[in-house]
């Protein structure tokens, strides 16, 4: 997966939250997809490194409603902003989903990075704000 603009972004956005939270496919291979090797993640300040992207893969997979995300259109993004410049990144967007006990997780998200050459995530930070809903 190559990204180049804007709607290459938001394909990223609702392919990868669909991968990680409902496939059987290796997290790793998901990963190796959108992301380089050595990339970099900082989430409201921190680091999540490769092992723990994967790791954070197997909670999510057993708390999610799998069936009601598969279903959700763009995975249950609403995407306001996407914009690709360069090598560079942005997305402002809202994620809800219902979680298997059924609760609604929701949280907006904006997110800035930066692309390797190859067009794959080089680095990424974030700021999420959980919404009560």
């Given at each position: 997966m190559s990204i180049r603009s804007a709607r290459d972004l938001t394909d990223f956005l609702a392919d990868y939250t669909r991968d990680m939270a409902v496939?059987?496919?290796e997290p790793a291979a998901i990963l190796d997809r959108y992301f380089v090797p050595?990339?970099?993640?900082?989430?409201?300040?921190?680091l999540i490194d490769r092992r723990r992207?994967?790791?954070?893969?197997?909670?999510?997979r057993k708390n999610i409603d799998?069936?009601?995300m598969a279903a959700a259109?763009?995975?249950?993004?609403?995407?306001?902003e996407a914009?690709?410049?360069?090598?560079?990144?942005?997305?402002?967007?809202t994620l809800r989903t219902r979680m298997r006990k059924g609760k609604t997780f929701a949280a907006e998200?904006?997110?800035?990075?930066?692309?390797?050459p190859d067009g794959r995530i080089q680095r990424v930070d974030q700021i999420t704000r959980q919404l009560d809903e």
């Open positions: 496939s059987d496919e050595d990339f970099e993640y900082r989430n409201d300040g921190l992207m994967i790791e954070h893969a197997g909670p999510v799998k069936a009601a259109h763009h995975a249950g993004l609403e995407i306001h914009m690709v410049s360069g090598d560079q990144l942005a997305a402002r967007y998200i904006y997110m800035f990075g930066r692309l390797a």
